[in-house]
């Protein structure tokens, strides 16, 4: 199983009474050009497909989409394999076969992707290589789905103008992903769902998911949230920011992982776990004072004086020191 922790990301602090803030950042927003390399025909790493594959995918870049009626599947020799041509999740293309592949044979599978009729970029064919191996059976199993440690320190989330991201204080937990043996050689034709408490929280396309459970980050153009993150944020957003980028309510919640086998015809079952998100009380006071973190709902030290709760309010605000030692950079852990 991996996870991917975050690294907290160098912030402007503005420090006044009891507030703090964190400035959206410089980057600028704009459409990406349609291009080959931001285009993908999901395959193994070594490109050795399972002779009963459901069904072939192209996937084109953001924005862009894959003409289904150009996918073409050829062996080496130039013969025309005969398939159910489709228009499939986020104006992919997929390709199914009328009989399994041959094992031993090589093929080529291709698909045009017009790029918006040339107005963001010259249209190009996606294409790729590879081998038809032994059959091998169908997965009826997903795997583990578990919620990892709680992190507090700066969250980066995409805001609406797709490309543009704004750091932001906040708590996170990573899902990690363990996938089932019997899934991992089918994983590149697999699109994914996470639902938070019954609610869309973010999807994947076709070979997001590797075999080691590593899911590709949010682009802020396809993805605008990790498929494999949840987050809160924790009071100081911007109350413009789209509800793609808005993060869930403190306390406890369930998400569930739908995959979805492109063409297989047999449901796979969803995952399920639970996790807790909480804010962490702006304290980080000069005289020591910690940054506990609190449940949702009231707060159990509304009633102390603000000596007893750790901190001093001389000179009305908050400690440089304090602030930075909360949002110390979190590494990356790999389990």
């Known amino acids: 199983m991996k996870t991917h922790g975050w690294t907290a990301l160098t912030v402007g ?181 996470l639902e938070v408490d019954g609610q869309t929280w973010a999807t994947a396309p076709h070979g997001a998911v590797d075999a080691s459970g590593g899911a590709w980050p949010a682009d802020g153009f396809r993805t605008m949230r990790d498929l494999l993150t949840v987050y809160t944020l924790c009071g100081n957003e911007s109350p413009s920011l789209p509800p793609s980028a808005m993060g869930l309510a403190p306390g406890t919640h369930v998400a569930t992982l739908r995959p979805v086998l492109e063409q297989s015809g047999t449901a796979l079952p969803a995952l399920e776990a639970s996790f807790e998100l909480t804010c962490l009380r702006m304290c980080g006071c000069a005289d020591g004072g910690s940054w506990p973190v609190l449940d949702a709902g009231s707060d159990p030290d509304e009633d102390l004086a603000p000596k007893a709760k750790g901190c001093s309010q001389a000179g009305g605000g908050l400690s440089v020191l304090g602030v930075l030692a909360a949002l110390r950079p979190w590494r990356r852990r790999t389990a």
Request: overall charge negative.
């Open 13 to 193: 602090v503005f420090l006044g009474g009891w507030g703090l803030a964190t400035p959206p950042s410089a980057e600028a927003c704009g459409r990406p050009f349609c291009t080959r390399k931001d285009s993908r025909v999901p395959l193994p790493p070594d490109a050795t497909v399972p002779a009963n594959v459901p069904a072939l995918v192209v996937v084109p870049p953001a924005y862009e989409w894959v003409e289904e009626q150009s996918l073409r599947l050829r062996t080496a020799d130039g013969l025309d394999v005969e398939a159910r041509l489709l228009k499939g999740p986020d104006s992919s293309g997929v390709l199914v076969p009328a009989d399994p592949l041959i094992p031993g044979t090589r093929y080529h599978l291709e698909g045009s992707v017009p790029c918006s009729d040339g107005h963001t970029g010259k249209p190009f064919t996606a294409m790729a290589d590879f081998t038809a191996g032994p059959k091998a059976a169908l997965p009826t199993a997903t795997g583990v789905l578990q919620a990892g440690a709680e992190q507090h320190g700066v969250i980066r989330v995409w805001d609406s103008g797709a490309s543009c991201s704004s750091e932001i204080l906040g708590s996170q937990v990573m899902l990690g992903f363990t996938p089932a043996p019997e899934l991992v050689p089918f994983l590149p034709w697999v699109h994914w769902k």
